[in-house]
């Protein structure tokens, strides 16, 4: 009975002892931001518990990441490029609150980014602002906005300037926005496959990035290659992150899910995300030589010219929506 | 400039071109570089929407379902392949004939089994198997023609060692059983199979281990009588049934390869009358040589144990297996526990030299007009026989106490066959088989014994 007693303890303590898995299921361009911070939080984790958290982060194009959530994949956090697909978990799976964006300050953003122009060293095309994306002869390179959220991005960022331009309305808005796709010679599904295009192709003249996704470019091929331009205006992309409830509590890691994100809003999260060029939410946080990296442009709302994300969506990337007549008039 | 004379006019006009060609010549070379920098990109863009097209077709063709058909069917899965319907069948079509009977039986054609099946998956979890009976229920010698179902089951596939199957199956007990009806060496299985449950309702556990080394199944069942169909709760009593089965060398290379032994067994409780309850025995020829009195009643214990193998070795096929039947019956008040018991042994031999095995031939030349190929052809022999109990014999004949439970006048105490045959498998699709069976008898006649049955069989299978 003692020995029994003995092997039951010696297997609970090994229970205890083994690392807890921890997934965070994420898009494409946050690679190199998680790496670090799973790295740096679980140190800190383990420190103030004692508990060790394998944590693994799973990447893909955000809108694809969301229906692997609904479709089963047991996501204790999910960080997406957009808060219209962790909407979609909470309307479809009902694995969170459909007020999750407000469990969090800054819409659940801890980090922003935008849309700013990559172009060829020397910007040979002198591209400086939207207006330029419509000239003749000039390519440029985007992903397709029914199938990338990055892409979205883009399409909205061009879609405000348009409506801000003097005179600017929707009429004047989708008249722009449908020569600026009749300009874009290669629809790629998503924004690394846009990137690759661009930079590994060598094809158009302009790649509209997210912000990362162009120092990251500059940083891999070298600034002799590219320039980053920043447009008169651009938009205010809040990237979400949420914790997935029904999982936390399946898993039991609902203390280290709500740590995890509100990391990302202290001193450590704040300063990794300005490393891996995301604007922090609170830059006296983060390394003044990471902030001043940032162009200053001003930066609108995606709420303050579309209403919600809802809303952006049903009218512009739904099927018969504006993003499908315009391109339809393209062709 | 009228003034000029016509030399100087040529002069200023070929120091003019000589001034303004490098400037032409810059202008063209320009253009030139941009026309080639437009085509280089139109090249660049093509290339990249061949590749994404390549991309997005090779993606679409990972998610596409997969719709095959094949020498075992049709199905139709989904990418990941958890999802499956699948389209087979089993027709047999037989032409009975008996020798030297004196039209005791009759001769002609049977449609043995007209079987389309059912089956598939549903996840990773479910699995189902739906086969019902055209051929009616005359195509298993039991009399009457309606349709039947033969198997209707949901498997529940916990793990490869622990799944459970719920509905109509086969018993797990006869070993000839299990055998595909479509793979049988013989056209009709042997005496030990009238001995164990055909098609049973009820829930099995099931799994194999140590590399699929050992299998088992165990089970709880509504219960059959020997060698018959269940398909509903006559008595409200139940049967256990069970089995392991070992295959120490199935993953090695070595002449044991294809060796199998086991042992399986049922016990079980059973009372009232019918054919649900009480058996009644078959020679391979398929006519009934044993019943009980119509009077007598099962009335409490049934229990059978079958030890069975078989050994295959490159074209040599071996099956043998014992059934012991064991069944507390009544009459007129008097209490008897009867013990049949059967066994065969069946050899065969692949002349064109395919691998004999449990699950069938594979023609390694299928039959195909215009080609060398005339499929395989499978020589087999089998030897068995059935003995009733001697205390079903015994006991008064006559009025109200009558307590004998068979008659010996008129159903055979013992039946001793004898066969041979020949399987030409056209294709893993068609088999044409023919075989002869001599069966002799040990009473089961007013004087003397029952008649020997000389069975010459020839069956059409098609099953795919």
């Known amino acids: ?331 | 400039m009228s003034r000029l004379t016509l030399p100087s006019r040529t002069l200023i006009s070929l120091l003019a071109a000589a001034s303004f060609a490098p400037l032409a010549h810059a202008q063209t070379a320009t253009s030139d570089k941009q026309r080639v920098e437009e085509l280089e990109q139109r090249l660049l863009i093509l290339e990249r929407k061949l590749e994404i097209q390549t991309e997005e077709a090779a993606t679409k063709a990972k998610e596409a379902p997969v719709v095959t058909a094949s020498d075992k069917g049709f199905s139709l899965k989904n990418a990941k392949g958890d999802y499956e319907i699948k389209f087979s069948a089993l027709a047999q079509i037989d032409h009975r004939a008996f020798l030297d009977d004196d039209g005791a039986f009759r001769d002609g054609f049977v449609t043995r089994r007209l079987r389309p099946t059912i089956q598939g998956s549903a996840g990773k979890l479910v699995a189902f198997r739906f086969t019902p009976e055209f051929a009616g229920a005359n195509g298993v010698g039991d009399g009457g023609a309606t349709s039947a179902i033969v198997d209707a089951y949901f498997d529940l596939k916990f793990d490869p060692r622990a799944s459970l199957r719920i509905g109509k199956q086969k018993g797990p007990i006869g070993l000839e059983r299990l055998q595909s009806g479509g793979s049988i060496e013989l056209i009709e299985r042997g005496f030990p199979t009238e001995l164990v449950p055909n098609r049973d309702l009820g829930v099995a556990l099931f799994g194999e281990f140590a590399n699929s080394t050992i299998n088992y199944t165990i089970g709880v069942f509504n219960g059959t009588a020997d060698g018959r169909d269940v398909s509903t709760a006559d008595d409200g009593l139940k049967e256990y049934e069970g089995r392991v089965f070992f295959e120490p060398f199935k993953n090695d290379f070595g002449a044991l390869k294809g060796l199998g032994f086991g042992i399986a067994g049922s016990t079980g409780a059973k009372d009232g009358n019918g054919n649900n309850l009480i058996a009644r025995y078959r020679t391979p020829g398929q006519n009934t040589f044993f019943t009980y009195d119509a009077t007598v009643l099962a009335s409490g214990k049934h229990s059978r144990y079958v030890p069975q193998a078989y050994y295959y070795y490159n074209s040599l096929g071996l099956l043998a297996e014992y059934a012991v039947s064991e069944q507390d019956l009544t009459r007129a008040g008097t209490e008897r526990t009867i013990k049949n018991d059967a066994y065969s042994v069946t050899a065969s031999y692949v002349l064109t030299g395919e691998d004999a095995s449990f699950k069938g031939i594979k023609p390694s030349a299928p039959y195909a007009i215009g080609t060398d190929g005339w499929g395989a052809v499978e020589l087999v022999a089998r030897i068995g026989a059935l003995s009733i109990d001697s205390a079903a014999f015994e006991g008064t004949t006559a009025g109200a106490t009558a307590n004998r439970f068979a008659n010996p006048a008129t159903q055979a105490k013992k039946a001793e066959s004898y066969g041979v045959g020949v399987n030409w498998l056209l294709t893993q699709n068609a088999k044409l088989s023919t075989d002869f069976n001599f069966t002799q008898f040990d009473g089961g006649a007013a004087t003397g014994d029952r008649r020997d049955e000389k069975a010459v069989f020839t069956r059409l299978t098609i099953q795919y």
């Open chain 1, 1 to 331: 009975m003692k020995r029994t007693l003995i092997v039951l303890a010696a297997a609970l303590l090994s229970t205890a002892a083994s690392a807890k898995d921890f997934l965070n299921v994420s898009y494409d361009p946050t690679r190199e931001l998680y790496k670090d911070v799973n790295t740096v939080f679980a140190a800190d984790w383990k420190a103030k518990t004692g508990e060790t958290l394998d944590i693994k982060t799973s990447h893909g194009g955000s809108g694809k990441q969301a229906r692997a959530v609904i479709d089963g994949l047991s996501a204790d956090v999910v960080t997406l490029a957009l808060a219209y697909d962790i909407d979609s978990i909470a309307e479809k799976a009902a694995l969170l609150p459909k007020d999750w964006q407000k469990r969090l300050p800054e819409n659940s953003s801890p980090y922003t980014s935008t849309i700013v122009f990559l172009v060829r060293k020397g910007n040979p095309k002198g591209i400086k602002d939207w207006g330029d994306l419509i000239k003749p002869g000039v390519k440029v390179i985007t992903p397709n906005p029914k199938t990338s959220g990055g892409a979205r991005w883009n399409y909205l960022a061009a879609w405000g300037w348009a409506l801000k331009q003097p005179g600017g309305s929707e009429a004047t808005a989708k008249d722009y926005v449908t020569k600026l796709f009749a300009n874009v010679p290669v629809l790629d599904t998503g924004a690394r496959g846009s990137t690759t295009t661009f930079v590994q192709r060598g094809i158009g003249d302009v790649l509209l990035a997210w912000e990362n996704e162009a120092f990251l470019s500059i940083n891999e091929l070298g600034p002799d290659k590219f320039d980053i331009v920043a447009p008169s205006v651009s938009i205010l992309a809040e990237p979400p992150v949420a914790l997935v409830d029904k999982n936390v509590d399946k898993h039991g890691t609902r203390k280290a899910a709500e740590a995890y994100l509100n990391f990302l809003y202290g001193p450590q999260g704040q300063a990794l995300a300005a490393k891996h060029y995301y604007r922090p939410r609170k830059p006296e946080l983060a390394a003044a030589a990471d902030v001043a990296r940032f162009p200053k442009l001003p930066l609108f709302t995606l709420e303050s010219v579309f209403g919600s994300w809802a809303k952006a969506q049903s009218t512009h990337f739904s099927d018969g929506g504006v993003f499908d007549q315009i391109t339809g008039a393209s062709k």
